[in-house]
């Protein structure tokens, strides 16, 4: 055996590298097994190949034909052209003598060629594993349900590009703008968000959701709030946003979701579109939405597939939100794989790479939040408040669908959603990299409906406890109010609702909230405004806000404090009181039914306690 390798050694000692090549692949040729090549010389060719410089066209022949068998495409080779080949694409590479790449096109089935920019880049610079996973994406973007060449998978590749089609015509409708920002303004308002049309290499995408801190400027952070100038009814706000929320978002890294558009495989069959059906010319309804044929109104086929919207990245949602998507559509989601939590650790375990939180009894989760000054805050989510059927969540990633007509509906649920664990996350995701950190502000986040959560926390300008009550009805539509004894003014909940929607983050609304909180403190009382005696606040008759007990009774919190037999002046004209209770909330006393049966006061006091930051709060 030793005479036999010595003689193999002699034999090839001063052959090239190419000649190696083609022995390799002649043993390729030939495997014993027809229905498969032998492994390891395919993983020998492979390693030979990436540390092989390419010089010449016939290495660089080698390494595309390598990427295309990874890939499961089919290769040949036409003087200096080579042609990787699957069932709806091929790629056809020109290569120069030296074995650089001269073009890249990309052809569908039944197209022409087309230049690609984005596949010819990555062969100039001989970025070969880049190349592979731009093929691989293009390979996937063509993947279309059915056998090879069949007649259902052509037309199911029709009906996708009638689709690309009829959304592109719908993001070119006129619109009214929201946002001063175009590019936000497009993604989060457009009736599809910010379209990025599909081509030969690329497969159409809509960016729908992006959180606000994206390419905001300094200059717009301060001017947020300046809609409160001049005094309010109690204490006059400040026309600039303070500058550690500047910091803060500045800093905050922005949040972009999409959805590639495609289709797939489905047990049932689905009628789907052949041609366009959005009317033509192109008209809008009464509320301003585009108008579309009937897939019975224009021609349609039966193909056991339906449209896709490719989340990315997948998105945890609630059980109510899923069935909301079932019920624009009519098209159930598949059920099998979904696996339920609650939606604070769905959204938990997709940050956990950029979160540091910690447990106290494997269900309560506790997380620290850094902010910019050194300010820590802790937030603790109740694992048995949120283990409520109602609040369970699932990763969903891809929603189907049948008709474009569908598709604006879908995307504000879809932005309804990702408003809600974007503000759920800014409390559980943490820069952190430390255990044991010491926080200077403790709050609670209890869920009070599907769509709202109350934040508990102790005021610092009083011994007693005070409830953020946040309520997001839509991406747009986030109010916050704040309940506790001696707090009732409506600009101050009006404030801290632009804040929300402005930053979405619960800890820069809390941090403005303690700010303000501490001003209102330490503010010197106007000759106009008299303090108010303890005894007089203990016979006033104050409004409330229902909180239930462990005991299933109501507890109230005191919304706001009776007002004296004085005048008050506003802007320098006298209130009496009849006249500042209109400028209060109104606060609903009707019993209401908490499904959470929490005590504020008794579980926030038990575990501050518990977590020796305060000894007791009542």
Request: charged share 20%; glycine share 6%; aromatic share 6%.
């Amino acid at each position: 055996m030793k005479s036999i390798i010595s003689g193999l050694h002699l034999k090839f000692a001063e052959k090239t590298w190419n000649e190696t090549f083609q022995l390799v692949r002649r043993c390729m040729d030939k495997p014993k097994d027809e229905s498969k090549p032998c492994q390891p010389l395919v993983r020998s060719l492979e390693r030979l190949q990436e540390v092989v410089t390419v010089s010449s066209m016939n290495t660089m022949r080698s390494r595309l034909e390598m990427i295309a068998k990874q890939q499961g495409m089919g290769f040949h080779i036409t003087e200096a052209t080579c042609y990787l080949t699957a069932d709806l694409f091929y790629l056809e590479v020109v290569l120069l003598p030296c074995g650089g790449a001269k073009e890249v096109k990309v052809a569908p089935h039944g197209g022409f060629p087309v230049p690609s920019e984005s596949l010819l880049q990555p062969l100039r610079s001989k970025h070969f594993a880049e190349f592979s996973g731009k093929l691989a994406g293009l390979f996937t973007q063509y993947n279309i349900p059915g056998d090879n060449f069949s007649e259902s998978k052509l037309k199911l590749f029709a009906s996708l590009q009638c689709l690309w089609k009829d959304l592109e015509q719908i993001s070119h409708l006129p619109r009214l703008p929201k946002d001063s920002d175009p590019q936000s303004d497009m993604i989060n308002n457009g009736r599809i968000g910010c379209l990025i049309a599909g081509k030969e290499d690329s497969p159409m995408k809509i960016q729908f959701y992006i959180t606000p801190t994206d390419g905001m400027k300094t200059s717009d952070l301060r001017k947020t709030c300046q809609v409160f100038k001049g005094p309010s009814t109690i204490v006059a706000f400040p026309q600039k946003i303070p500058t550690f929320v500047v910091e803060e978002m500045t800093d905050t890294e922005s949040v972009l979701q999409a959805a590639q558009v495609t289709v797939g495989a489905s047990d049932v069959t689905h009628m789907l579109q052949m041609a366009s059906v959005i009317l033509q010319p192109p008209q809008l309804d009464a509320q301003g939405h585009p108008v579309f044929l009937t897939l019975s109104e224009a021609p349609h086929e039966a193909l056991p597939a339906c449209f896709l919207l490719k989340l990315q990245p997948a998105i945890p949602m609630m059980l109510s939100f899923v069935k909301k998507l079932s019920q624009i559509t009519d098209v159930a989601i598949p059920d099998v794989d979904l696996q339920w939590a609650p939606l604070p650790k769905l959204l938990m375990r997709r940050s956990h790479a950029n979160s540091h939180g910690e447990t106290l009894d494997e269900q309560d989760i506790i997380c620290t939040v850094p902010l910019p000054g050194g300010v820590m805050h802790s937030y603790i989510l109740p694992g048995d408040a949120w283990e409520v059927p109602a609040l369970r969540g699932t990763v969903v990633d891809s929603v189907p669908f049948t008709h474009p007509a569908r598709v604006p509906a879908l995307l504000d649920l879809l932005r309804h959603q990702c408003a809600i664990n974007t503000l759920l996350k800014s409390c559980i995701i943490s820069q952190c990299a430390g255990t044991d950190l010491a926080c200077d502000l403790h709050f609670e986040v209890l869920p009070e409906s599907e769509t709202s959560f109350s934040v508990t926390f102790h005021r610092p300008d009083a011994d007693s406890l005070a409830v953020l009550l946040v309520n997001v009805s839509g991406l747009h539509q986030i109010t916050c109010t704040l309940f506790g004894a001696g707090i009732g003014e409506a600009s101050l909940d009006e404030y801290l609702s632009t804040v929300m929607k402005r930053f979405m983050s619960v800890p820069v609304t809390l941090r403005t909230l303690y700010s303000k909180l501490e001003k209102i403190t330490s503010a010197p009382l106007s000759p106009s405004r008299p303090a108010t005696t303890e005894a007089e606040n203990d016979h006033s008759a104050p409004s409330s806000t229902a909180v239930t007990d462990t005991n299933g009774a109501l507890t109230t919190l005191s919304q706001s404090a009776a007002v004296p037999e004085v005048s008050f002046s506003v802007s320098g004209s006298p209130v009496d009181k009849s006249e500042l209770s209109e400028l209060l909330p109104e606060i609903n006393t009707s019993p209401a039914v908490n499904p959470y049966l929490f005590d504020p006061v008794g579980v926030f006091s038990h575990w501050m306690t518990n977590s020796g930051q305060l000894s007791e709060l009542t």
